[in-house]
């Protein structure tokens, strides 16, 4: 995982994710709180403003591929 997560680390912030939050269904989450916890994870360090729909919803599927592969 790269030492400072942004955006455009939808892989690393999915993987990172799936390990803080291991029974958590991606699928549930709201995108208010899928970005809250985004940006407090260890080492996210963009600009919580810099998110959008897309890539909130790019994030949630590469979460979900890890939980259901789990």
């Known amino acids: 995982m ?3 997560l942004t955006w455009d680390n939808t892989n690393e ?3 990172a994710l799936f390990e803080k939050f291991p029974e958590q269904d991606p699928t ?5 709180d899928l970005h809250k916890w985004i940006t407090e994870l260890d080492g996210f360090a963009d600009d919580p403003m810099k ?3 897309a ?3 790019r994030i949630q599927m590469l979460w ?3 939980f259901q592969d789990d």
């Open 28 to 32: 549930h989450i709201r995108f208010t």
């Open 13 to 15: 912030i999915a993987y």
């Open 64 to 66: 979900l591929e890890e």
């Open 51 to 53: 998110s959008n729909e």
């Open 2 to 4: 790269p030492t400072k």
């Open 55 to 57: 890539k909130l919803e």
